[in-house]
């Protein structure tokens, strides 16, 4: 036990991880499927496990936050794992007024879920300029026992039977009347306990924010307001200034929280590098309280912008978690950015080396915002808006 939790065991297993998947995102080759891969993530899971055990043993008010955010990390990994087991993700093409059951998967292979879809109808609604406003498909989803009539749109999936029912595209041959209609049928037994870690890691994230000290860091706090709200003028200018319509995959309750808080996110972290700069050039002024303030609400804002990008993610496309090239590097930015907080932890008066590994891990943050755009596999990116 003493092994696994050493300060060492864990820096390193952030690290393998972190390299493993920046090779993935740069590849675009699937790393997350190998031996090496997997073994890294078990242990960064048993890590994850002992640490809250120890603290458990040794409880107090002021470890809740540490509790609640290893433990629901533990358990949106493990049942992560656990669920892409047996995870079912299945195509549907249904034709108006003929009950289909048979459906297919990413490889063609063929499947038969226990109850049909019967498109109705289906309506398609386009702005001026011609993109995709709303799609909306009125739908019959039965077995022998029940039958309920529905209309499915875009992040507003069905839950039937066990499944969640998706729509997902339609025969774009024909837009006035389109002669099929595909939805996207999703089985996940460990659905609601992957609902629960997050909850459990959300609450934590937003506890350690909370422990933050505020009071002694309001200059700092002032400034991570104005870097986040100009970062967020960013995405959002263009839609408030610039005329845009959100197209159906935006239209979601998540777009607003998601990209503003990882907006506040960019902000935070935007000053702990300019405070590691500033150390690295003047290592005699002690920059380092401020500089952890940044640094940990930055990384606890991020990691709530992540989870309800994860959310956005199963209400739009069935999974919390595909690593899509954009989800990959948003992955490598967090755990950079843990790895700096672990190792702030390890090696107390290791300044500059401290600035610099924040300096590396923001730049590792930029190619999850705007690196990812030049990479190939963007064009196979659900992220390419």
């Given amino acids: ?57 040794q409880f107090s008010r002021k470890n809740t936050a540490f509790l609640l955010t290893h433990a629901g990390l533990f358990m949106a990994l493990l049942f992560g794992c656990l669920g892409s087991l047996n995870f079912q993700k299945l195509h549907v093409r249904t034709f108006p007024e003929i009950p289909e059951n048979i459906a297919y998967n990413d490889d063609s292979y063929v499947f038969q879920i226990p109850f049909q879809i019967i498109l109705k109808n289906f309506k398609a609604e386009f702005y001026e300029n011609g993109q995709p406003k709303s799609y909306i498909a009125k739908v019959v989803l039965q077995n022998d026992e029940t039958t309920d009539t529905v209309s499915l749109e875009i992040n507003h999936p069905m839950r039937f039977m066990g499944y969640d029912v998706y729509l997902e595209s339609y025969d774009q041959s024909n837009l006035e009347s389109p002669q099929y209609v595909t939805f996207l049928t999703v089985y996940d037994r460990y659905v609601y306990a992957k609902y629960f870690g997050i909850i459990v890691l959300l609450i934590g994230l937003f506890l350690n924010i909370c422990n933050l000290s505020f009071s002694k860091n309001r200059v700092i706090a002032v400034f991570v307001a104005l870097f986040g709200i100009g970062f967020s003028m960013m995405p959002f200018g263009k839609y408030l200034w610039g005329g845009k319509h959100l197209v159906p995959a935006l239209q979601s309750l998540w777009f607003v929280p998601h990209i503003a808080v990882y907006m506040l996110a960019y902000g935070a972290l935007a000053v702990a590098v300019l405070l590691s700069i500033r150390t690295l050039f003047n290592s005699k002024k002690n920059l380092q309280p401020a500089t952890d303030f940044s640094l940990n609400l930055g990384v606890s804002l991020m990691g709530i912008g992540l989870l309800f990008g994860a959310l956005w993610a199963k209400t739009a496309w069935g999974n919390f978690w595909s690593f899509d090239l954009k989800e990959t590097w948003a992955a490598i930015a967090w755990f950079a950015f843990l790895g700096v907080v672990h190792f702030r932890y390890s090696y107390v008066n290791r300044r500059k080396e401290l600035a610099i590994l924040l300096i590396i891990a923001f730049l590792l943050l930029q190619m999850c915002w705007f690196g990812v755009n030049h990479l190939p596999a963007i064009l196979e990116s659900l992220h390419r808006y």
């Fill in 1 to 57: 036990m003493k092994f696994i939790l050493h300060k060492h065991t864990t820096l390193i297993t952030l690290a393998i991880l972190l390299i493993l998947l920046i090779v993935e995102g740069l590849t675009g080759k699937p790393i997350h499927e190998s031996i090496g891969f997997v073994i890294c993530l078990s242990v960064l899971m048993l890590i994850l496990l002992l640490a809250v055990l120890k603290r458990v043993s």
